[in-house]
């Protein structure tokens, strides 16, 4: 048997060399008339038909990719996400509770306390922006925060992917979804994926708003009525109740004063901006789904619904709601909370 | 040099790459598809613009009512632009400036854009309610019975003329509404106070509808006004003609391309050729090397070539060799070990066990190398028969180790009687290491117990015999001499030379078990067997380190037996031992097993006790050892009854040593005789010294308020309303002139001032201090509205205080109305008349008056309202645990409301989160302070607070 393994490397050279050449020529004769690329699909570009309600219905189903979906799942529950093994992105947004973890703060790895409440991870795909401040445009560009943010998974892409690149079957998994190895964008977009398909269609709001006679009680439609008529439907419209624009938390009289005026949390959008202007705006909180994610506000400083509604009403609107009225309006919002037909993890 | 010969062979496939990448670029810029694409993209933004304009108007215009399709429509023109910008097809970046001006022109129209329609969307939500909120707070003052007619009539214009603005407003429309309420706002003060709130509330609505209506109008003329269309048609040009140029462009490049790879081709078939000659000659390099040598592949184990000196050395023919793997050639029990490795990738040098086609085991030293062979990975082995030079190893080894592990001491001295070796045993019997021993002399262990002549004898008889033995006194690394036993034999090599000394020997001393046993006596007493007086103080000492360093206490007792001579004397001197025997007994069994019972002589016995939480435990065990000798002691016929005088000292306040804790527990055991026998005393020195410390701080604060080491701080108070910061209340600080003390809080320092009267200086001085610095800042134009200032009860107890306030808002020049008192309780309740005479006064000066920690003391309810308070101060202890406490929010509800009732304003203490402070708002609390709002901060700090309004 002839040996040639000390040549075997430079008789690659040429052989090499012919395929550069063969490829460029071909590639140079042609042409290309590659179709269009899909674009991703975006829940923001549902149109509501015009209706009389400013509140519409969740699609019952939104056409997404099942396989990112089915990465994008695992991801979401991967404790290797973070830096010590300890924090995975459900840990603070627990499908099993509505999507958040219940705690004023949510705690990171090593034990750490941030800063803010978590907001609940449903049906964020109809969210304008994302974070309660905004500063991420897109559910893609929020999951770059949680993973550096040093209190919270305390990571880097780098780290992470070498984590993941370990794994028996992630790679395969990415190869198959995206014909490559495993990248931060394809971790950002099968993460946002999943996080689209995280909607609770058919409350029982929804069923009423598709006509359905019977679906809310006679004190529950009054509680809409008084929704509407104190004012909380000026902000709290859309398909999500909200999470469309941003607004100032106390429009009546200041709700920050003194030196929590400047603490950073409470900055809202001008911590993002940067612009005066925009201190203590928030994003208005999506109010989906809110009977189960309590403690509320940014900073998951007020316990209750009770105390939310009147807190809001008190500093926003400039109204002492009764506790009579207070009650009917919980009994609507409670109306709110829908069904996420996914898998269990 | 490798590395800059691989460079120079690098370089020309590199500027080759480089040359291709740089052709295909520029010939495959064009794209039909991505032009296509691009002008439905540039459409599209058009388009959408539009669109969006028109939604925004149907949205101030109530037709839509929600805002999901104008942020559906802005992010749609966002993902064109994305798609211009970043996306696949990309327009920017690519060499054209003009391309790119006009496109960062359309992003900065977008984004203004999208700056204003946020903007629009907040402002919209809120005019909104605003327009529906005016009229119903219109309303609710009009049915107001105690609302005054031409109030009313007043409020209808202002509603007519608000409700108009929806109509289309101009600039005077708006001006001619904003002097209404100017106007109107002047009313309230005149009004009751039920009327006067819900006008105030009308007015803030109103004020809402004309602020958020002038913004609207102007956001939304702005958003009409963006000039996307025009950027986006200038973009439109611009990518034509750079579309015109590439195209032209990228036709060159094609040409080009097309050459260099004829050109590629053509070297590519030359390379191929020369490669197949040059092979040739490394095959021989591995043919011919005198080590075997051969080639496997790492996963399946199988020989992929083999040369001469393999087939020579383990005797298998080639063929054979070839249809082997390397497992046959290990010995079977090595096949696991070897799979494993195998696992391994890269190069090893290791030795491996091999069996030769003979049987015969052999070692061989392994040096492999991955590399590409072919399609897949080979592994090259290099194979050095190591065989002979292992075995030789090997028994080195054995020797060496039953050498180092002898029970007798072993030393090896080269030549010039150098320390060569020593092993364990020696180590253990002389105390030095192998370290220290190494490359000493033969002598270093020698005691004076030999002259210089016995040695010599010695070596010149090894000389001639070769060997010698016999008894030797020598001297231990710690200076102890032991007698030893010891053998030196010489060592020859062939040649007949002495080349090495080995001196072997074992320590013949004895352990001396009597000596142990005196040690004993020593230390104990003989009749308990307990510990005696040496013995307990080293125990005692040994207690106070282990004190030291957990930060635990030591208890000493000195026991003595009362009237013990009278037992001795009256039952003789075998019953006193057998009393004291028991006594021993019973002592033990009050105490725990690692705490110590010692006799000091005659009725005289100690305990120390340690791990004391606080000095009472200690007293505990003087309880419990009373306790146990109240009991009957039987001896022999007799019944004896004895009690004990017990002598109390605790580590560290009653001395610092043992000797000190021992004498101070005897004079303490010698105070409790005279008290009566039969009982304890503590010995406390504390009392002395911390009657010392007092005056030393007394002396301290004398002498600080002289050097004026005293400064303010200064807490916010703020109104929650209006966020306004209202008052700052005045807090001491003592800045200790020692390095590191710092500033001193008050806690520390206040108590000591109000027992020894510094109290009533130091409080005017406050009081002065922080009038002036209100009137600086009234002068400023920046002062809040009071400035609150605490008085102690000793001041509030001087006879004269209202003239010395007086004097002191004289010399200040600062108005009585800015100040603000703050007094406790306690103090108006020790005597309420008099309390009523000076508040009384103080009041009718114009001074405001609170009461602080509102809700600790004792407080009648009568007396408060015959008091010309302003204020009531909840204490901080009521805040702290809203929301959690149910009883907290209670009481803070409660004294909210009995102030309401007493038309006095209230303020909260100690206010640390957001939902104590909403809590608060809203049941009424009309001002507050705490760390959530403002710390105690010093007069610059408060100065810039009150310099910059907040941003709003």
Not at chain 2, 752 to 757: D, F, K
Request: proline letters at 4%.
């Amino acid at each position: 048997m002839p040996i040639r393994f000390i040549a075997v490397k430079r008789a690659a050279v040429p052989l090499v060399l012919l395929g550069v050449a063969l490829v460029i020529l071909w590639q140079a004769g042609l042409t290309l008339l590659a179709p269009p690329s899909q674009a991703t699909f975006s829940p923001l570009a549902l149109h509501p038909e015009p209706s009389a309600e400013p509140i519409s219905p969740i699609p019952q189903a939104l056409p997404l990719d099942e396989r990112k979906i089915a990465l994008g799942r695992r991801l979401f529950h991967d404790l290797r996400l973070s830096r010590d093994n300890s924090v995975a992105c459900a840990s603070c947004h627990d499908l099993g509770k509505g999507g958040v973890d219940g705690l004023q703060q949510s705690v990171g790895i090593g034990g750490q306390r941030g800063d803010m409440n978590a907001p609940t991870v449903f049906n964020s795909g109809f969210n304008f922006r994302q974070f309660w401040n905004g500063r991420a445009a897109t559910l893609e560009d929020q999951v770059d925060g949680p993973v550096h943010n040093a209190k919270e998974m305390g990571s880097s892409w780098p780290e992470v992917i070498a984590k993941l690149a370990r794994d028996a079957e992630y790679p395969a998994q990415f190869r198959a979804v995206y014909g490559t190895g495993i990248e931060p964008a394809h971790i950002r977009d099968a993460i946002a994926e999943f996080e689209r398909s995280l909607i609770t269609p058919d409350s029982r709001f929804d069923k009423h708003l598709r006509g359905e006679r019977d679906a809310l009680t006679r004190d529950e439609v009054r509680g809409y009525q008084l929704f509407k008529r104190y004012g909380c439907i000026a902000c709290h419209q859309g398909v999500n109740v909200g999470g469309n624009l941003y607004e100032r938390l106390g429009v009546m009289q200041p709700y920050f004063i003194g030196e929590s005026d400047t603490v950073a949390a409470n900055l809202g959008r001008m911590a993002a901006s940067g612009n005066p202007e925009d201190i203590h705006m928030f994003k208005v909180p999506s109010l989906r789904n809110v009977a189960l994610t309590a403690p509320y506000f940014h900073d998951g400083s007020v316990a209750t619904l009770e105390r939310a509604v009147f807190i809001m009403g008190q500093y926003q609107l400039g109204v002492a709601i009764p506790p009579g009225d207070v009650a009917l309006i919980i009994k609507f919002l409670n109306t709110l909370t829908g069904e996420y037909a996914g898998a269990a993890p | 040099m490798i590395a800059s010969r691989m460079a120079a062979k690098a370089a020309p496939a590199l500027l080759v790459a480089a040359l291709l990448a740089y052709l295909l670029i520029n010939a495959r810029s064009i794209d039909p598809a991505a032009h296509s694409r691009v002008i439905a993209d540039l459409s599209r933004i058009q388009e959408l613009d539009s669109e969006l304009d028109e939604v925004v108007l149907k949205l101030r215009d109530a037709l839509l009512n929600s805002y999901d399709p104008l942020v559906a429509t802005l992010s749609r023109i966002k993902a064109h632009q994305r798609d211009l910008a970043r996306g696949e097809h990309a327009i920017v970046g690519r060499g054209e400036a003009e391309l790119d001006d006009a496109m960062a022109v359309v992003a900065r129209r977008l984004e203004e854009k999208e700056a204003l329609i946020e903007r629009f969307k907040s402002r919209n939500a809120l005019l909104k309610n605003s327009f529906h909120y005016f009229p119903l707070s219109v309303e609710v003052f009009s049915a107001d019975a105690q609302a005054p007619a031409e109030l009313r009539a007043a409020l209808d214009t202002l509603l007519r003329d608000v409700l108009l603005l929806r109509l289309g407003a101009t600039q005077s429309d708006y001006e001619l509404i904003g002097l209404q309420i100017d106007r109107l706002r002047r009313e309230p003060q005149r009004q009751a106070p039920s009327p006067r709130a819900k006008l105030e509330n009308v007015l803030q609505h109103a004020q809402q509808v004309l602020a958020h209506q002038i913004e609207l109008d102007r956001v939304v003329r702005d958003i009409t006004a963006t000039d996307m269309q025009r950027a986006a048609n200038s973009l439109r040009e611009a990518y034509d003609r750079a579309f015109e140029r590439k195209l032209k462009q990228a036709n060159l490049y094609r040409f080009i391309l097309l050459i260099v790879s004829m050109g590629l081709l053509a070297y590519a078939v030359s390379t191929f050729r020369r490669v197949r000659q040059s092979e040739d000659r490394y095959r021989r390099l591995f043919e011919q090397h005198p080590h075997p040598m051969w080639l496997y592949d790492p996963a399946s184990l199988a020989f992929l070539a083999v040369n001469e000196s393999a087939v020579r050395h383990y005797g298998y023919s080639r063929q054979e060799f070839l249809s082997m793997t390397l497992k046959d050639l290990r010995p079977a029990e090595d096949v696991p070990a070897l799979l494993q490795a195998a696992e391994r990738p890269g190069s090893q040098g290791n030795t491996f066990r091999h069996r030769k086609k003979d049987g015969a085991l052999i070692h061989v030293d392994i040096a492999s190398r991955d590399f590409q062979f072919s399609d897949r990975v080979a592994r090259l082995v290099l194979a050095n028969d190591v065989t002979e030079k292992k075995q030789a190893e090997e028994q080195l080894r054995l020797a060496a180790s039953a050498l180092e592990n002898a029970a007798e001491g072993v030393m090896i001295y080269s030549e010039q009687r150098r320390i060569v070796f020593v092993n364990r045993a020696f180590t253990r019997i002389t105390g030095y290491s192998v370290a220290e021993a190494m490359g000493q002399s033969a002598d270093f262990l020698r005691s004076t117990e030999h002259d210089a002549g016995f040695y010599e004898g010695v070596w010149s008889q090894i000389r001639d015999t070769g060997s010698w033995q016999g008894e030797l006194s020598r001297r231990r690394k710690d200076g102890a001499l032991y007698p030893e036993w010891r053998s030196i034999s010489a060592v020859r090599d062939s040649a007949g030379n002495t080349t090495h000394f080995v001196a072997v020997f074992s320590d013949i001393s004895q352990a001396n078990e009597a000596k142990e046993r005196l040690q004993f006596l020593a230390h104990h007493d003989a009749l308990t067997g307990l510990p005696n007086r040496v013995l307990f103080k080293e125990r005692v000492q040994e207690a106070l380190n282990r004190a030291n360093r957990h930060g635990s206490l030591v208890g000493v007792l000195f026991i003595d037996l009362d009237r013990f001579k009278d037992i001795n004397d009256s039952l003789g001197h075998g019953m006193g031992d057998q009393l004291l025997q028991a006594v021993t007994t019973r002592l033990k069994a009050c105490v725990r097993a690692t705490d110590t019972v010692a006799r000091l002589g005659g009725d005289e016995f100690t305990v120390l006790v340690e791990d004391l939480g606080e000095s009472q435990d200690a007293a505990r065990v003087a309880e419990k050892v009373r306790a146990a000798l109240a009991d009957a002691f039987v001896l022999g016929d007799h019944q004896v009854f004895v009690s004990a005088s017990i002598g109390v000292t605790c580590y560290p306040q009653d001395g610092g040593d043992a000797e000190t804790l021992l004498k101070n527990a005897d004079a303490a055991m010698y105070r409790a005789k005279e008290s009566g026998r039969d009982n304890f005393q503590f010995f406390s020195a504390e009392m002395n010294a911390r009657a010392l410390d007092r005056l030393v701080m007394t002396n301290n604060l004398r002498a600080a308020l002289e050097r004026d080491e005293f400064l303010l701080h200064y807490q916010p108070i703020f109104d929650l309303a209006s966020g306004r910061l209202n008052a700052v209340e005045a807090l001491v600080r003592w800045q200790h002139p020692k390095e590191g003390e710092g500033l001193v809080p008050p806690g520390r320092f206040i108590p000591i001032a109000e027992e020894s009267g510094l109290i009533a200086p130091i409080g005017e001085w406050v009081l002065k201090t922080a009038c002036a610095q209100m009137k600086a800042w009234i002068d400023a134009g920046i002062a809040p509205r009071r400035m609150a200032v605490n008085l102690s009860a000793r001041q509030f107890k001087q006879k004269d205080l209202t003239q010395r306030i007086a004097a002191i808002l004289q010399e200040t020049g600062l108005a009585p109305q800015f100040l603000e008192l703050e007094i406790t309780e306690s103090m108006v309740m020790a005597d309420p008349a008099e309390a009523e005479k000076v508040l009384g006064q103080l009041h009718d000066s114009g001074i405001r008056l609170a009461i602080d920690d509102f809700g600790t003391g004792y407080s009648s309810l009568s007396y408060l309202k015959r008091f010309p308070i302003d204020y009531l101060k909840i204490d901080r202890s009521f805040v702290r645990d809203i929301p959690q406490n149910t009883d907290d929010i209670a009481i803070a509800r409660s004294i909210i409301a009995l102030a309401k009732g007493l038309d006095l304003r209230v303020i909260a203490e100690g206010v640390e989160t957001q939902e104590q402070r909403t809590f608060l708002d809203m049941e009424g609390c009309e001002e507050a302070q705490g760390y959530l709002l403002g710390k105690p901060a010093d007069a610059g700090a408060i100065e810039r607070m009150l310099r910059e309004p907040h941003a709003r």
